[in-house]
């Protein structure tokens, strides 16, 4: 359903063995299509947020024309916890933050730092 109703691309982990995981992002990229990434790979408790997995790096190392624009998504926690099939009629806030670029070589701790620290600019407080 998330698939067809939603146009997602699904990230599979496990296909690293068998090539690369991130290749149905890329090839949206490459068909001009937006992304919603994720960083942290999985939902957190709302109330901090997890560490960063290196897809968005990955993707972004590959195709540095991309743009990035840090999205601080409150209350979502609540609207869609875990195990819920159907978002819960909750209210939730999107702040948007200043785009983002990946600067060419730019270490992948560094870049990472560099977007979680622009997400936390936009918490509530």
Same mark, same amino acid.
């Given at each position: 359903?998330i698939?067809?109703?939603?146009?997602?691309?699904?990230v599979?982990?496990?296909?690293?063995?068998?090539?690369?995981?991130?290749?149905?992002?890329?090839?949206?990229?490459?068909?001009?299509?937006?992304?919603?990434?994720?960083?942290e *790979?999985?939902r957190?408790?709302? #109330?901090?947020?997890? =560490?960063?997995?290196?897809?968005?790096?990955? %993707?972004?190392? @590959?195709?540095?024309?991309?743009?990035?624009?840090?999205?601080?998504?409150?209350?979502?926690?609540?609207?869609?916890?875990?195990?819920?099939?159907?978002?819960?009629?909750?209210?939730?806030?999107?702040?948007? *933050?200043?785009?983002?670029?990946? #600067?060419?070589?730019? =270490?992948?701790?560094?870049?990472?730092?560099? %977007?979680?620290? @622009?997400?936390?600019?936009?918490?509530?407080?």
């Amino acid at each position: 359903m998330i698939e067809d109703v939603f146009n997602a691309v699904l990230v599979d982990r496990g296909a690293g063995v068998h090539g690369n995981p991130l290749q149905p992002a890329f090839d949206a990229i490459a068909a001009g299509q937006s992304l919603i990434f994720f960083p942290e *790979g999985t939902r957190g408790d709302g #109330e901090t947020l997890g =560490p960063f997995k290196s897809g968005v790096h990955h %993707l972004l190392k @590959a195709r540095p024309d991309a743009e990035v624009v840090p999205v601080w998504i409150d209350n979502a926690y609540r609207v869609m916890p875990k195990g819920f099939f159907f978002p819960v009629p909750l209210l939730c806030s999107m702040s948007f *933050g200043a785009v983002l670029r990946y #600067e060419v070589q730019e =270490p992948k701790e560094a870049f990472l730092d560099r %977007l979680r620290s @622009a997400m936390l600019e936009l918490r509530p407080q």
